[in-house]
C-alpha cells in the first residue's frame, strides 16, 4: 500500500512565500516520479511540477523563477514557492509514479497512480 502526504499549505499574503513537503510511503521510491498539481475551485486539476529519480525536473512556465521542485530524499520532494500571487490560490496534490514515463509526459493527472488528500493554498491580495 502506498501512501502520499503532503503538507505546508496555508494562508499567505501576496509576495509571501510557503514551502509544500510531499511524503510517500509504502515502496522503495528511489525510480519514482514525483509532481506537484493544483486545482482551483472551478478549474481543472493543473500540472505545476515534476521530478525524476535523478533530480531531474519540469516545471509549468507560469511558476518558472518563483516555484522550485527539489527532491531531499528518496521519498520526500518540496515545493518552494516564493513571490506567490492571488492565482496561485489552490489545492495542492502531490503525485508518485513508477511506471516508464518520460518526464516529457508527466503533465497529466493519468501519468501519476498514487496521490495525496491535497493542502490548501490561499495568497491574499
Known amino acids: 500500500q502506498v501512501q502520499v502526504v503532503e503538507s505546508g499549505g496555508g494562508l499567505v499574503q501576496a509576495g509571501g512565500s510557503l514551502r509544500l513537503s510531499c511524503a510517500a510511503s509504502g515502496r522503495t521510491f528511489s525510480s519514482y516520479v514525483m509532481g506537484w498539481f493544483r486545482q482551483a475551485p472551478g478549474k481543472e486539476r493543473e500540472f505545476v511540477a515534476a521530478?525524476?529519480?535523478?533530480?531531474?525536473t519540469r516545471i509549468i512556465d507560469s511558476v518558472k523563477g518563483r516555484f522550485t521542485i527539489s527532491r531531499v530524499a528518496r521519498n520526500t520532494v518540496y515545493l518552494q514557492m516564493n513571490s506567490l500571487k492571488p492565482e496561485d490560490t489552490a489545492i495542492y496534490y502531490c503525485?508518485?509514479?513508477?511506471?516508464?514515463?518520460?518526464?516529457?509526459?508527466?503533465?497529466?493527472?493519468?501519468?501519476?497512480?498514487?496521490w495525496g488528500q491535497g493542502t490548501q493554498v490561499t495568497v491574499s491580495s
Open positions: 521530478v525524476n529519480w535523478s533530480g531531474r
Open positions: 503525485a508518485a509514479d513508477d511506471r516508464d514515463i518520460e518526464l516529457g509526459n508527466r503533465d497529466h493527472p493519468a501519468s501519476y497512480r498514487y
